[in-house]
């Protein structure tokens, strides 16, 4: 009876002494909870003003996508030489770099923006015949952005073994990677080869093929076409060459322009009542060559009258048109951003809040991306430092201009390419993810 009026009396003992801080943890507990439901629920509303399902409406086409892109690359091989207009010194770089300097493999680095003339470049110096008279095989290789290595070292035999199938194994489609990689250095062994592996999207890549392309050390050269700058800064090998892609000059662009524009014109050129119009849509393209060319191929298209100009004009809007040529630009753009990992995806949305021409702050870029919860928490980081690293990121794949540098060679002043600007506010306006002010 005692024992049990004990045990009675030390649990009513024990609650005396536990329950208020058994009250004070239930009390912190629920508090916590509440706390996660409300970011619960602000992670879900952001989701829906910035849902990005949707795009994946047209990555259902992104097959069709990555095909017409890879297409559009090869075909730039072939472009007629009046379609190349302001790459004379970064051409002549490019031919130094082919056919001087060292001995030991080599690799050159193209990166700029998408639409920027990349390919084009590569493609006007190598269709030069005395580059070609300087190497004793040639191989170009588009790379998608869902490439298998197997079937790229595939593609990069055939080009190798152009007109010598029959050195190739029958068995070639079904063979492993080891076997695929002896069969290109069997071949290469002795040679001075060149290689264009065009719009390439990882580094690994690199580590994947460089095992295929022997140094032989007689000037082997490999070039390299991308947007990223990570890609065209790894270190590949010493000796290594960056070239980056700029956009036209105003006088270039405009130039382009009316050789597509006014090809049936006399002397191609714009006629005076029409200049005022077409300078103004030209210059949304950001003096992307491919832009332009899409742009100049639908005004080909157009009566040269002011009237029918004047309507083009005043409707003129990158995400609304249904012309197959400025879909070229799209599908590129597509790809840029279809590459990036999604809070970058979140930021770029996020951006068309500003008006299409609008200098935003850098500092004020982060801070509204943090308030909005864009950036995660990365061990070590600031949020500001982390926002500083989306900033980098951005800029580094050429979708972000830079305006104006702080003294310590920061972004000071910055906003999104006007081309991405319209395809990303597509998805905004489309559906009504947020409110784009205008």
Known sequence: MYHMYSMKQAGFFHRAVFLPKDLWMRHKTIVQLKKIKHEIEEISKRSKRYDLSHIEEYSAGLHHALNYAQNIGETSFFVEGSEVVGIDEESIRLLKFLTEGENQRTVIS????????????????????????????????????????EGLLRKMINEFFNGREKFVSPSLSTTNYKLLVETLVNFLQGKKYMIVLDDVWTSSLWRQVSVALPDNGNGSRVIITTQKEDIASYPYAVGSHVLHSQPLSKSNAWNLFCKKAFCNEPGRSCPPDLEDIARTMVEKCDGLPLAILALGGLMASKDTSEIKWKEVHDSFSWHISNNSLLDEVKTILLLSFKDLPYYLKNCILYCCRFPIEHWAGAGRLIRMCMAEGFLEERKGLSPEDVGK??????????????????????????????????????????????????
């Not at 990166?111 to 470049?121: E, N, R, Y």
């Open 389 to 438: 690293f989306y900033l980098k990121e951005l800029i580094s794949r050429n979708l972000l201009q830079v305006e104006k540098h702080s003294t310590f060679l920061r972004p000071k002043l910055c906003k999104l390419q006007d081309l991405m600007w319209e395809l990303a506010s597509t998805f905004c306006v489309r559906e009504g993810v947020l409110l784009i002010y205008i």
């Open 110 to 149: 193209i990166v700029g923006m998408a639409g920027s003339g990349k390919t084009t470049l590569d493609a006007h110096a190598n269709n030069n015949h005395g580059v070609k008279k300087c190497f004793d095989c040639y191989a170009w290789v588009s790379v998608s952005q869902n490439y298998m290595i």
